[in-house]
């Protein structure tokens, strides 16, 4: 069994996750939400920029986007992008080994 990867964490195993159902984890201090669809995984920051509610991982899936249950602001699951070119969630890139879901998350380093 893997418990870690160079700069992946393990996460979940594959079938935690529930298809079209989102799952909240935090890695170190970040707050992700992980979607199965389709099968494919895909990890992005759990937290909207629109009023900063963390609650992405309870949005429901449209055409390839993540809806915020908030407002309905629609995230693209493949980079987190509002639209073409306007940046909305972090994304994480996710691997899937062996029935386990491992996500790399860099940490943002303020620069002052």
């Known amino acids: 069994m893997i418990h870690s990867i160079e700069g992946f964490t393990k996460v ?4 935690d996750l529930k298809e079209k159902i989102g799952k909240r984890f935090f890695i170190d201090d970040v ?3 992980l979607f199965k669809v389709d099968g494919n ?8 920029p629109h009023q900063k509610t963390h609650l992405m991982h309870e949005g429901f899936i449209e055409e390839g ?3 915020c249950p908030v407002h309905g602001w629609k995230f693209n699951l493949l ?4 639209a073409p070119g306007r940046k909305g969630l972090d994304s994480y890139e996710v691997k899937v080994i062996n029935d386990q ?12």
């Open 12 to 15: 979940c195993n594959y079938n």
């Open 31 to 33: 707050e992700i939400a």
């Open 41 to 48: 995984v895909y990890a992005l920051s759990n937290i909207c």
């Open 65 to 67: 986007k993540i809806v």
């Open 79 to 82: 980079d987190g992008n509002l």
């Open 101 to 112: 879901i491992f996500v790399k998350v860099t940490k943002k380093e303020l620069k002052w």
